[in-house]
Nanobody, 114 residues
Framework: VQLQASGGGLVQPGGSLRLSCTAS????????MGWYRQAIGKQRELVAN???????DYADSVKGRFTISRDNVKKTVWLQMNSLKPEDTAVYYC?????????WGKGTLVTVSS
């Protein structure tokens, strides 16, 4: 299983970015798909995840600003990030759960700075 993430970059405070992540390889049934992030000097934390049936979960710090969505046919998950703040700066990692096994993509850097 491979996860290809894209969409990171530099954005000013208040701006928006959209991350995407597509799974490939031996894919038969993906349960949860999600995004985590890790800032310098901090532990990796859950940003948002979405179950195969559509239920979502968000970190309190991003509720109302970020939206996670997925396309099961395309095996793709997106993270729409609005009203970005400097504290959102981190490396963002895509994660999927398939049959109880977790897979990670390479991170994509999001920098929020003026």
């Amino acid at each position: 299983v491979q996860l290809q993430a894209s969409g990171g970059g530099l954005v000013q405070p208040g701006g928006s970015l959209r991350l995407s992540c597509t799974a490939s390889g031996t894919i038969f049934s993906i349960n949860a798909m999600g995004w985590y992030r890790q800032a310098i000097g901090k532990q990796r934390e859950l940003v948002a995840n979405i179950q195969s049936y559509g239920a979502t979960d968000y970190a309190d710090s991003v509720k109302g600003r970020f939206t996670i969505s997925r396309d099961n046919v395309k095996k793709t998950v997106w993270l729409q990030m609005n009203s970005l703040k400097p504290e959102d700066t981190a490396v963002y990692y895509c994660n999927i759960d398939q049959a109880g096994l977790g897979y990670w993509g390479k991170g994509t850097l999001v920098t929020v700075s003026s």
